[in-house]
């Protein structure tokens, strides 16, 4: 249920890294989460080729056993794809037609983790650029109160994160009330890098670090706008399309 | 010791809570203490008011009982002073006659935490915006590796001690690597915010408390740009002039 009533606009704030998540109340609000290079850009992707559902494990172990009931297995561990997984974290991974009606069983470095951390709130949903449009259109219609949650890179900031923070915030700026720093903080950073979003994040640290890899088109790829219009969000369990 | 050579520059990192600093390797770096509102910069003003020595200490009642051995107490909690203490927080308290020569016990709500936090540092030093230019000066010639660390207001992110590491890595970007993504995005946010430094920190959360409290002038006052040209530097448990 909507914890705002007409006198009281509902409030946006954002967690700028896992390890500040203790420092917030996540009950009766709605949680973005955000990793954008490249869990919650790519299970929007695998949303589009036809999968019906993600299943998050914190583990690569429990993913395996999930494919001897019928899930694909994904698992992501510092950038890369583990060995025997059908799918890694790269969103081309999931542009594929052989999901169609699939099940996806997924673990990624820093984005399942958050997914399993935001237990408390009331709703928890994916965010990326790639359904950015679709994701501002859900949060002014429930108009609960948000947090938009960064994945980060192992607990640390990263701009990737905080940009997509900062794009969510100044489109529902209007319909919510801003008082964090760290969300002021995003709206300037993303006004700063929103006319080249992929050449800033290029200079990113965790983007340098996918330079080294090759994977600097996952980069442009990430960065589109709003090309899927949808928001999976957890149902017991599993992520599902709303 | 510098910990750098010729071939390698040294890095600069931020740790932009003190939530944060558990993921950081403090040893062999200076650590620059940041606490803008206002613990380092009121420091700043005491040592120019003739103070000899400022001695962090965690609670109140240890800076009380300094006072009986010559001390001035000085105490701050939620941004106000602490009844029976002649020095709170503020700049203004510090800009005093009577501190010449005097020794002050001092407590506050972030910045003297942050500074027993980093014990492990080779070299902990204070830095504000009313004595940047002394610390850029200092970290350019010890060459030794620079953590930026954000006192915060509980825990959480703020925008005006990471104006200040934005401003500091900005002035060090030529003689240090800067890799990590909370000093580039702090000296974006530095770049956005530098030509009304004050104007922009009022937009935070923290300095709408402060204007509730009246103490909106403090803020005009600890952005001053340079006006003393010295580094407090901890020297066992006290802080002094380097």
Known sequence: MPTSNSTTPPSFETILSPALLPLYNLQGKTV???DILRATSSICVGFHSGVTLFHPVAHPEQATALE???FIGAAERNGQKLNGFMLGNSPFDYLSNNLQDKKVAITTTNG??????????????????LNLNAVVNHCKNTKRDVIAFCAGWKDKFNLEDTLFAGALAKRLSSDFVIECDSTLAAIDLYNTAKDD???YIKKASH??????????HDIDFCMQNSIYDFV???VGDNLVLS
């Open 197 to 199: 979003l992929a050449g």
């Open 68 to 70: 001897n009931e019928g």
């Open 232 to 234: 999976p969000k957890m």
């Open 112 to 129: 399942t983790r958050c997914l399993h951390l935001s237990y408390e709130a009331d709703e928890i949903i994916i965010g990326s650029f």
């Open 207 to 216: 983007a340098q670090r996918f330079e080294r890899l090759g994977l600097e």
């Open 32 to 34: 973005v989460i955000i």
